[in-house]
């Protein structure tokens, strides 16, 4: 199966709140799981990535959490920021394989001042 | 380091008119490209994809055509656009192989078949 299960679709949270994103998957092949946020009318931009030999990576306000046994990986935005309202995609892919990157549905984050 | 460059950025078009869409890498060689087109509102759905000059697999049967006559230009074409070609187009680069992860997008071209 190459789907990725992203939710939820749309997210409101206070600014300074956490905001929190689940993505699963079913290919147990997938070894590469990024993150990508779109600001409207843009293009989607690589924001932070994670592979299965970790359950954690941070990168500033940035974490992502992965659980390897659940097929389940998460994107977390500590004190969020209205700045941070965009569209946000959970995808995955197999490094050496599979030429394409398989992307979930997307999550429209909102951030409230 | 490497670019993408899309355009136009916005396009509008009258039904049955012809298409093409032009994106163009630098500060790479041998790039996969990728066309996504995304609805309002939707996710990304992958159109066409290239691993070299000439080689283009389609995913989606549709009215749309893909062509890569060098190695970093990808082309989006339609002989004649349907209403429902209206979209956000987006074309992308990844490197192949065992570097094979991200994709990096371009600006996108913002289609509306009238």
């Known amino acids: 199966q190459q789907q990725v299960k992203q939710s939820p679709q749309s997210l409101i949270v206070q600014k300074g709140g956490i905001s929190i994103i689940n993505c699963a998957y079913e290919?147990?092949?997938?070894?590469?799981f990024p993150w990508y946020q779109q600001f409207p009318g843009k293009g989607p931009a690589l924001l932070i990535a994670?592979?299965?030999?970790?359950s954690e990576k941070k990168e500033g306000r940035f974490t992502i959490s992965f659980n390897k046994s659940a097929k389940q990986f998460s994107l977390h935005i500590m004190d969020s920021q209205p700045g941070d309202s965009a569209t946000y995609f959970c995808?995955?892919?197999?490094?050496?394989?599979?030429?394409?990157?398989?992307f979930g549905k997307g999550t429209k984050l909102t951030v409230n001042p | 380091s490497q670019t993408i460059h899309q355009w136009p950025a916005t396009l509008v078009q009258p039904v049955g008119s012809p298409l093409s869409l032009e994106c163009t890498v630098e500060?790479?060689?041998?790039?996969?490209l990728y066309w996504y087109r995304q609805a309002a509102g939707r996710g990304l759905q992958l159109l066409f994809y290239?691993?070299?000059?000439?080689?283009i697999s389609s995913e989606v049967p549709q009215n749309l055509s893909a062509s890569r006559p060098q190695d970093r230009q990808f082309i989006l074409s339609s002989k004649k656009l349907l209403l429902s070609d209206s979209g956000f187009y987006l074309c992308?680069?990844?490197?192949?192989?065992?570097?094979?992860?991200?994709?990096?997008f371009g600006q996108g071209t913002r289609l509306t078949v009238v």
């Open positions: 992308a680069w990844g490197r192949g192989g065992w570097m094979n992860t991200e994709a990096f």
């Open positions: 290919n147990t092949a997938f070894d590469y």
């Open positions: 994670i592979r299965p030999d970790v």
């Open positions: 995808a995955a892919s197999i490094q050496g394989g599979s030429e394409k990157l398989v």
């Open positions: 500060g790479t060689s041998n790039p996969n």
């Open positions: 290239s691993v070299g000059i000439g080689q």
